[in-house]
């Protein structure tokens, strides 16, 4: 069973940064491709970006490049995501999800696994 535990959301002022974690139980971590993705109020699941098995990878949908970034620690079964200059439109609530056959994408149906989410409320 993988399970995946996101933290590290909050309410932040626009142009202040977060940064979310997201731990994930099971042996094979390091063998999986993990990707973030988010839903605002009324609206439908969005790719945020995602890393590579080896974190030598990653991608980012085109309104947080450059904002955010992705990163992991395979010693601590733990995904990282950095935003910076925070946007009232960065609202929503972030999942973190698990690709266990590695593949990088931002097809929401490769990813297995997903924790339950974490608030982010960004103020103007």
């Known amino acids: 069973q993988v399970r995946l535990v996101e933290s590290g959301g909050g309410l932040v002022q626009a142009g202040g940064s977060l940064r979310l974690s997201c731990t994930v139980s099971?042996?094979?971590?390091?063998?999986?491709?993990m990707g973030w993705f988010r839903q605002a109020p009324g609206k439908e699941r969005e790719f945020v970006g995602a890393?590579?098995?080896?974190?030598?990878?990653?991608i980012y949908e085109d309104s947080v490049k450059g904002r955010s970034t992705i990163s992991r620690d395979n010693s601590k079964n733990t995904v990282y995501l950095q935003m910076n200059s925070l946007k009232p439109e960065d609202t929503a609530v972030y999942y973190c999800?698990?690709?266990?056959?590695?593949?990088?994408?931002?097809?929401?149906?490769?990813?297995?696994?997903w924790g339950q989410g974490t608030q982010v409320t960004v103020s103007s």
């Open positions: 999800a698990a690709d266990i056959l590695g593949r990088l994408s931002e097809t929401s149906s490769n990813y297995s696994y």
């Open positions: 099971g042996r094979s971590f390091s063998s999986y491709t």
């Open positions: 890393i590579s098995w080896t974190g030598g990878r990653t």
